[in-house]
């Protein structure tokens, strides 16, 4: 028994079932994500303007890497433009034109995640270091010559560390009894950080940039990492439909362009997704 519509569009709303079902659930997808944009809003409203290492409410400013997020911006939309290239191909009956974009658009999603990765990477190595004088800093701690995650007090205990090599951030500011002020720190012009050694018996607590540590990171990483989560899923959808499941272009060349078309539709979403994710994270 054949299934209607899985070809030809409804004669009532001109769309066929695979169509209907990926608008329908996108409109799931704009809820979902539309909640945590609204969460985003207020607590960014709500939040002291500016980084103090000691405050977990503040909102902080610089972070995140502005060049490598622009990149990424590009290759997401790169891989949008190839997925409606590849779409198109099949419209001319031209699979292995099809299969070549789809490849291009598999590797720039892949190419997102690796370098999404690197920046996580980067804020697990990047610690807020809160002394006992009620100061506190920003850096990346150096053991060995490397920079180790997921480090915290209990750890530089465990260890036995009597003290710390830190890549200190600058500016840093500093929150002393008497209110907040900005640390002058003698450097190199353009340089960003200086080394400084600080003895763990110093140190009052010691936290990586993760969800815990803050309200911004916990809002960070949420939204990011359920993006990366949705362009995982696209990436097994589109490589499964590109060379297991290509074979249906040989049996049922037309369904197969509608599933292609409803995948181009949800690689689309996660691209938008992004688009603004990258202003409201990265640059506001």
């Not at 309200?215 to 949705?230: E, I, N, S």
């Amino acid at each position: 028994m054949e299934i209607p519509y899985t070809v030809k569009p409804r004669p009532d709303t001109g769309l066929y079932n695979a169509k209907i079902g990926i608008w329908l659930f996108l409109a799931s997808e704009v809820m979902l994500f539309g909640a945590l944009f609204s969460a985003y809003i207020l607590l960014r409203v709500g939040a002291p303007d500016g980084f103090w290492p000691d405050v977990p409410t503040a909102w902080p400013h610089g972070l995140l890497n502005v060049p490598l997020g622009t990149f990424n911006t590009a290759v997401l939309i790169t891989s949008s433009m190839t997925v409606m290239m590849a779409w198109t191909a099949l419209k001319e009956n031209n699979f292995a034109k099809f299969r070549k974009f789809m490849t291009v658009t598999l590797l720039c999603a892949v190419l997102f995640l690796c370098i999404k990765g690197y920046e996580y990477n980067d804020k697990f190595t990047h610690y807020v270091i809160r002394l006992k004088d009620g100061s506190a800093l920003t850096g990346h701690l150096e053991i060995n010559g490397s920079s180790p995650r997921f480090w915290t007090e209990d750890t530089l205990a465990a260890k036995k560390l009597e003290s710390v090599e830190v890549l200190q951030d600058i500016p840093t500011v500093l929150r002393y009894p008497s209110g907040f002020k900005h640390e002058e720190v003698a450097h190199e012009p353009g340089e960003h950080h200086i080394k400084r050694e600080i003895k763990t018996a110093d140190i009052q607590s010691l936290r990586p940039f993760v969800p815990a540590t803050g309200t911004f990171f916990a809002v960070y990483f949420t939204m990011t990492f359920l993006h990366a989560l949705h362009i995982i899923g696209g990436v097994l959808v589109m490589g499964y439909m590109t060379f297991v499941g290509g074979g249906m272009w040989k049996t049922e060349p037309e369904r197969y362009t509608n599933r292609i078309e409803s995948v181009g539709l949800f690689w689309h979403f996660v691209d938008l997704v992004w688009i603004f994710l990258f202003p409201v994270m990265y640059l506001l």
